[in-house]
Structure formats: structure tokens, C-alpha cells
């Protein structure tokens, strides 16, 4: 056996080690839901939207979360223009929302616009139970409100909710996206609410108490993966995260390759500026026994570290002459296989949450694993390169009824 097979076989069996109990994950996520108590006493929100040149999709938003299922008198919509050169104040504006023109150029980011809101709202004076942040991209479900309300209600301080996309069916991009966010959602953090572990935020249409904020001692997180940040700063505390599983948003998802690009190699950055920061911290929760300190570190570094020593040892063995050509095979098709299993169990779990034709359902399950793939050559940049936020541009102006048409 060579030497570079000893280290693609090695690199495997680790792989596997690590994420072993993402598949037991799988299997906890398709048992019988228990039924659930609920209890559903009002409390206030202010919901968070920040927004940057959001003019195209900011109504649609605003008019979804109008049409909530819950009392208008028991939510307020706060909305920061930041930087923009377009109408998104003014539209904002004209949907009712509490509206921020922010102008600063050097503090770039959501985090820096969420701690200005909420500044607004302390210098206000104005008491909320929790706040809510959602991107100006969302669309959401009636009952998203209500839903969040009843998990709050059960005690959570922290939630997430279900992640869908307004357009999955556009390409193998924005699939590749999808199906990631429905994994996340219907497989990993139900399987996290139902052991009691602890789930994380991602991005957008997330919760907050005023609790969590005040401990937090105000809004401090501005990495460029804020809430990974936010997300990991709490775990590392003892919080746990909730799963709101029936609160349901739509976001839209690049389809240009370039974009997609630029995206994840912020996300990949911000990961290794939150391992920098709070590695220890989780390693030591995890000796101290907490698991899901051990879920959110196999969440942020492994997976890319892993990576990194295969292409780095797969590259000298070439280079030197080593190189063994079934070991890469076995390699790649190991990678190409687990990432498969993953897109054919979540879209067989999800599919009737997937808005776009059978064909294109199947057709993206094999798909999945080459976008998931492009993370390798991403990761090995975000190494090397000095990365800032850009914004996404969003153009799909669709309702929720034309998202359910599909």
C-alpha cells in the first residue's frame, strides 16, 4: 500500500468518524413527531430587516409578513436602508415599516445593521419580548409568526426556523442551495430539537429574546459569518438553540456561478474567523461534554481542514510521482457517494416542500454532490485570500402563492 493510499483511505475512515452521527441524525429526523403542547400567549416582536438596494423584493416581504396569522398590534417591522442608492426606504415606508437610512461605508455587514437597529429601538425606548431577523429577500408563510410564538413559548430563547427557496428549480446552483437548506432544516435541526441538542442560526428568519440580548450584552457579532458567531457564542454558554420546524421561509438563491462563488468563499472565511475566535472555547465545551459544542465544531472545521491535507497530499503524490490513481478514484467516489446520500434522503423526506417539477427533483439529487464539491476549491482560497462582504443582488419579485405554483 502506498503511502498516498494510506492517507485517502485515513482521510476516510476520519470523515466518516466525525460525521457518523449526521446519518444517526437522518434516522431520528423520520421517526413519529410526538405531539406537542401547545401554548399560545402572546408576546411582542420587532422584526429586523436589513437591506441594501432591496427595491425589487422588499414589498413582497413586507406584504407576507402583514398577512401573518398572528396580531399586527403584537409586531413591529423595523427595516435599515443601508447604503442604498434606490427606493427601498420609500417602499418600505409605504408597507408600514419603522424605517433607518443608514450611510457608512467603512462598517460593512449585517451584523454592524442589526446593532443599529437595535440601538434605534434601545434609544426608543421601546420594550420587545424577542426580535426577529429576516433578509429583505424572504417570503413567509402565514403562520410563521404563530409558529416561532409557540416555540418560544415552550421556552427556547434562540430559534431557527425551516428554510425553503422561492426558486429551487431555477438551476443546479440554486438547487444545490435548496437542498442544503432543506437538509438542514428537516433533518438536522428536527433531529437536534427532538434529542434536546442544540440547533444553530442560519442567516435569516431567526429569533432572538430581549433575554439573550441583554446577556449578550448588546449586538457584538461582526464577523463575516455573523451567525455562526452569534450562533456559537451562545452554545459555548449553555444556550440551546430551538427549531420552530412549521415556521416556514422562502429566500432566494443565486444561480450564476460567480456569485454563488463569491458567497460561500465569505461563508468559508467567516467559518475559519469563528474557528480563530472560538475554537477553544467549543473544544473545551465539548471535554466538558456538551455535544453540541461537538456538532457546531464539526460544522465549521473538519469538513474543510479534511479536505485541505487531501488535495494539498494528492497534489504532491502527483507531483513527486506517487501518485495512486485507484485511491483518488476511491477518493472521489467516496465524496461523490456520501454527498448523494444526503440530496436523495432529504429530497425523498422533503419532497413535497420542493416548488418545481418531478424531473428537475430527480435531476438535482446528482447534481447535489458537484455543488457541495466546489466548497474544496473555495475553502483553499478562503485560506489565502483577504475576503469582504459583498451584497447579493435579488431579483425574483414572487408572492407565495407563485412560489407554491411552480
Known amino acids: 500500500m502506498t503511502a498516498i493510499e494510506i492517507?485517502?483511505?485515513?482521510?476516510?475512515?476520519?470523515?466518516?468518524?466525525?460525521?457518523?452521527?449526521?446519518?444517526?441524525?437522518?434516522?431520528?429526523?423520520?421517526?413519529?413527531?410526538?405531539?406537542?403542547?401547545?401554548?399560545d400567549k402572546l408576546n411582542k416582536y420587532a422584526i429586523l430587516i436589513a437591506a441594501r438596494n432591496e427595491e425589487k423584493v422588499i414589498g413582497n416581504l413586507l406584504n407576507s409578513i402583514q398577512n401573518q396569522n398572528y396580531p399586527h398590534d403584537s409586531y413591529d417591522i423595523y427595516v435599515c436602508a443601508d447604503n442604498c442608492t434606490d427606493n427601498t426606504a420609500a417602499i418600505a415606508q409605504k408597507y408600514g415599516a419603522i424605517v433607518y437610512e443608514r450611510n457608512n461605508k467603512q462598517q460593512i455587514g449585517k451584523g454592524y445593521v442589526l446593532n443599529y437597529i437595535l440601538q434605534k429601538i434601545k434609544e426608543q425606548n421601546k420594550k420587545y419580548s424577542a426580535y426577529i431577523v429576516f433578509d429583505?429577500?424572504?417570503?413567509?408563510?402565514?403562520?410563521?409568526?404563530?409558529?416561532?410564538?409557540?416555540?418560544?413559548?415552550?421556552?427556547?430563547?434562540?430559534?431557527?426556523?425551516?428554510?425553503?427557496?422561492?426558486?429551487?428549480?431555477?438551476?443546479?446552483?440554486?438547487?444545490?442551495?435548496?437542498?442544503?437548506?432543506?437538509?438542514?432544516?428537516?433533518?438536522?435541526?428536527?433531529?437536534?430539537?427532538?434529542?434536546?441538542?442544540?440547533?444553530?442560526?442560519?442567516?435569516?428568519?431567526?429569533?432572538?429574546?430581549?433575554?439573550?440580548?441583554?446577556?449578550?450584552?448588546?449586538?457584538?457579532?461582526?464577523?463575516?459569518?455573523?451567525?455562526?458567531?452569534?450562533?456559537?457564542?451562545?452554545?459555548?454558554?449553555?444556550?440551546?438553540?430551538?427549531?420552530?420546524?412549521?415556521?416556514?421561509?422562502?429566500?432566494?438563491?443565486?444561480?450564476?456561478?460567480?456569485?454563488?462563488?463569491?458567497?460561500?468563499?465569505?461563508?468559508?472565511?467567516?467559518?475559519?474567523?469563528?474557528?480563530?475566535?472560538?475554537?477553544?472555547?467549543?473544544?473545551?465545551?465539548?471535554?466538558?461534554?456538551?455535544?453540541?459544542?461537538?456538532?457546531m465544531l464539526m460544522n465549521i472545521a473538519p469538513a474543510a481542514i479534511l479536505s485541505f491535507i487531501s488535495v494539498i497530499a494528492n497534489i504532491l503524490a502527483f507531483v513527486y510521482g506517487n501518485s495512486d490513481k485507484n485511491s483518488l478514484i476511491q477518493l472521489c467516489c467516496s465524496g461523490y457517494l456520501t454527498l448523494f446520500i444526503i440530496g436523495l434522503t432529504t429530497t425523498i423526506t422533503q419532497w413535497k416542500q420542493i416548488y418545481c417539477s418531478d424531473i428537475k427533483k430527480i435531476f438535482y439529487m446528482f447534481t447535489f454532490p458537484f455543488f457541495m464539491l466546489t466548497y474544496i476549491p473555495i475553502s483553499l482560497v478562503a485560506l489565502f485570500t483577504k475576503v469582504k462582504w459583498t451584497p447579493i443582488e435579488h431579483n425574483r419579485n414572487l408572492n407565495l402563492k407563485e412560489i407554491k405554483e411552480k
Request: aromatic content about 18%; hydrophobic content about 35%.
Open 136 to 295: 429583505a429577500d424572504n417570503i413567509l408563510d402565514t403562520n410563521f409568526l404563530k409558529e416561532i410564538n409557540r416555540v418560544y413559548n415552550r421556552g427556547y430563547k434562540i430559534i431557527t426556523s425551516y428554510r425553503n427557496s422561492k426558486n429551487y428549480g431555477d438551476n443546479w446552483i440554486s438547487a444545490g442551495y435548496g437542498l442544503w437548506y432543506l437538509h438542514e432544516s428537516g433533518q438536522l435541526s428536527a433531529a437536534r430539537m427532538r434529542i434536546k441538542s442544540s440547533c444553530s442560526v442560519n442567516g435569516t428568519g431567526f429569533m432572538f429574546s430581549q433575554e439573550i440580548l441583554d446577556k449578550c450584552g448588546n449586538w457584538k457579532f461582526f464577523l463575516l459569518t455573523e451567525d455562526i458567531e452569534f450562533s456559537v457564542y451562545n452554545i459555548t454558554r449553555g444556550e440551546k438553540i430551538g427549531y420552530a420546524k412549521k415556521a416556514i421561509l422562502f429566500d432566494e438563491q443565486p444561480t450564476e456561478f460567480k456569485q454563488s462563488f463569491h458567497q460561500r468563499l465569505r461563508w468559508s472565511k467567516g467559518y475559519l474567523q469563528v474557528l480563530q475566535k472560538y475554537g477553544i472555547d467549543l473544544i473545551s465545551g465539548m471535554f466538558r461534554g456538551s455535544f453540541s459544542c461537538y456538532d
Open 7 to 39: 492517507i485517502n483511505k485515513s482521510l476516510i475512515i476520519i470523515f466518516s468518524v466525525c460525521y457518523f452521527y449526521q446519518f444517526i441524525y437522518l434516522i431520528i429526523s423520520l421517526l413519529p413527531s410526538k405531539k406537542e403542547e401547545y401554548n
